[in-house]
């Protein structure tokens, strides 16, 4: 079932709506594709720091702002924030422009909200399967 979920990010409370099948799928399909380098570098072996560079740079060379435009878009159609004034506004492009200009960081904490929102227990699963972090490296 399509839930509903709201979180405080910066000045504004943001409602975002679960995506229906199909749209959950694509967006999927074209995420596994942004961030699937990023999260096989942070599962290999090797020290933390390391790794975590290694996933950063990944990243940044996998997506684009063609990518960073459609997770926007199609976000923005199923979410809803609340105005300074009370009011429930769609966050269209104008309402983007408006509570993002200045606040880049408050853009990327809302794409991670709905990004869990969506796919909460998709990445649940994924995390037990992976099991937990390894400590140490080996015998001394």
């Given at each position: 079932?399509?839930?509903?979920?709201?979180?405080?990010?910066?000045?504004?409370?943001?409602?975002?709506?679960?995506?229906?099948?199909?749209?959950?799928?694509?967006?999927?399909?074209?995420?596994?594709?942004?961030?699937?380098?990023?999260?096989?570098?942070?599962l290999?072996?090797?020290?933390?720091?390391?790794?975590?560079?290694?996933?950063?740079?990944?990243?940044c060379?996998?997506?684009?702002?063609?990518?960073?435009?459609?997770?926007c878009?199609?976000?923005?159609?199923?979410?809803l924030?609340?105005?300074?004034?009370?009011?429930?506004?769609?966050?269209?492009?104008?309402?983007?422009?408006?509570?993002?200009?200045?606040?880049?960081?408050?853009?990327?904490?809302?794409?991670?909200?709905?990004?869990?929102?969506?796919?909460?227990?998709?990445f649940?699963?994924?995390?037990?399967?992976?099991?937990?972090?390894?400590?140490?490296?080996?015998?001394?």
């Amino acid at each position: 079932m399509i839930s509903t979920s709201d979180r405080q990010i910066g000045q504004h409370v943001y409602f975002v709506t679960q995506l229906g099948f199909k749209k959950s799928r694509q967006v999927f399909a074209r995420l596994t594709k942004m961030v699937g380098p990023a999260v096989s570098e942070l599962l290999s072996g090797g020290e933390s720091q390391a790794k975590a560079g290694a996933a950063l740079s990944a990243l940044c060379s996998q997506v684009s702002e063609p990518d960073l435009e459609y997770l926007c878009d199609t976000f923005a159609d199923c979410t809803l924030v609340k105005m300074p004034d009370g009011s429930k506004k769609r966050l269209d492009s104008d309402a983007q422009e408006l509570i993002f200009g200045g606040h880049i960081e408050d853009c990327f904490k809302w794409l991670a909200f709905c990004l869990e929102a969506n796919y909460a227990g998709f990445f649940g699963e994924f995390k037990s399967l992976v099991g937990p972090p390894q400590t140490g490296t080996g015998p001394a």
